[in-house]
Structures are given as C-alpha cells and as structure tokens.
C-alpha cells in the first residue's frame, strides 16, 4: 500500500494509526503542503481535492478522505475491528468520529487558514485564535458525548479502540502541537488520549514520529 501522508496531518494521522492497528505497514510518500505540493499535476490526478491522505491498494483507483478510508479498511482488513458490531453502537463511534472530522477539523486545514490570511488579512495572533477556537470546540463536544455514558470504557467505546479514538487522538495530538492546549477541563477526553497513546499504534505514527517530521 503506499500513503500520500504529511506529517502534521491530522486526517493522514487516522489512516497512519487504522494501518498499524491491522499490521499494515504503507510504503510513505511526503508531500509539503505549506510548499503546496498537493497542487501537482501528477497527485490532483490522484486526489482532485489536493489533500491528503490519499491511499493506494494494489491496482485499484486511488483512496480518499480519511473516514471513507477507515471504513474500507475496515471492511477489506477485519482484524481487529475498528467499529462495534451493533447498528446503534456504530452509530455512536460514527458520530463522535464526525464531530471532530467533519465539524471541527475543516475549519483548521491550511487553505482554510490561508484564506483567512491572504483573503481577510488575518494577522497570526487572529488566526491561532480562530484554530484555538474550532479545536477546543470539538474538544468540548466530544467530553460532552463521552463524559456520561455508560459505554464509554477505556476507549471511547468500549475497551478497545474504534475509528472514534483515531480521530480524537488526532483531533487532541494537533490541538496540543498548533496551539499548547491542556486538557484539564476535558478529563475523559484527556484521559482516553492518554490510553491510545499507551498504544504502539498510535505512538509510533504520531506527526513528530514521520520521516518530514521536523527535527
Ligand atoms: N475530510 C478530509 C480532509 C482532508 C484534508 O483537508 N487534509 C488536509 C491535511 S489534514 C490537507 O491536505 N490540506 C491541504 C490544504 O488545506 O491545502 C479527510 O478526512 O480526508
């Protein structure tokens, strides 16, 4: 498999753990997105979005966004699985995946901040406060959904790990590298980052882990 990945990408994060879960070990293309290398010709050819991560396996047409990709994972590569078995329990790690992939996520990738800056004029204080401010709601949220319900366990559902701690660990991984954040008023949440990253899975694809990763 080869992975179009950038080391601080959140979205590339959650395919990089799925893969070390289920043993796969992907053969890594960087791109530099602050120097826009997913604008090429040869990757909008892959991904016509010009985001990572994309995913290739074997012959077949290129992989995209990572939710979809972590479904197909899981449906291709069952061992271990990262959904629960019942309609209602899926639907949960579902939700509290999209929360930060679908809510919160969009609103700090690089074109949206750098729209903010070329377009608006937004010096960096303004925008570290924007980022600030989508990360830690989703933060906020996912304490929410996780802090009373009984089947939050070790992970967010349950005792083993689901594509819903994919995403919060790599929700929480960039809240703490692009703006400092403590999670001292989100315990749960705060608490089952801590598991994942008990995890080699999720420690050895961590950002400051990848071959791009700045020294
Ligand atoms: N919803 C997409 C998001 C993909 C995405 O925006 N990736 C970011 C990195 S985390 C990216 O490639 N950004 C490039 C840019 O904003 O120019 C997914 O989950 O795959």
């Known amino acids: 498999m080869q992975l179009f990945s950038y080391w601080r990408s959140q979205a590339t994060y959650r395919v990089r753990i799925a893969l070390a879960l289920k043993g796969i070990e992907p053969e890594l293309t960087t791109l530099d997105l602050l120097k826009g290398d997913q604008f090429a010709d040869h990757y909008r050819v892959l991904n016509p979005e010009m985001v990572v991560p994309t995913l290739i396996d074997g012959s077949g047409p290129p992989l995209t966004q990572s939710l979809a990709i972590l479904e197909y994972l899981d449906e291709q590569y069952p061992e271990p699985p990262l959904l629960p078995a019942g309609a209602r329990d899926r639907a949960r790690v579902r939700a509290l995946a999209q929360v930060v992939a679908m809510d919160a996520h969009p609103f700090v990738v690089p074109r949206v901040r750098k729209y903010l800056e070329h377009e608006f004029k937004l010096d960096e204080p303004t925008r570290m406060k924007w980022l600030a401010h989508w990360l830690e709601t989703g933060t906020r949220a996912l304490e929410g959904m996780l802090a009373h319900d009984p089947r939050t366990g070790r992970f967010c559902h349950g ?57």
């Open 159 to 215: 005792d083993r790990p689901t594509i819903a701690d994919l995403c919060l660990a790599a929700h929480l991984t960039s809240a703490k590298m692009l703006c400092g954040a403590g999670f001292e008023a989100y315990p749960t949440a705060a608490r089952i980052f801590t598991s994942c990253m008990q995890l080699d899975a999720f420690a050895k694809t961590h950002p400051l882990k990848q071959p791009d990763a700045p020294k």
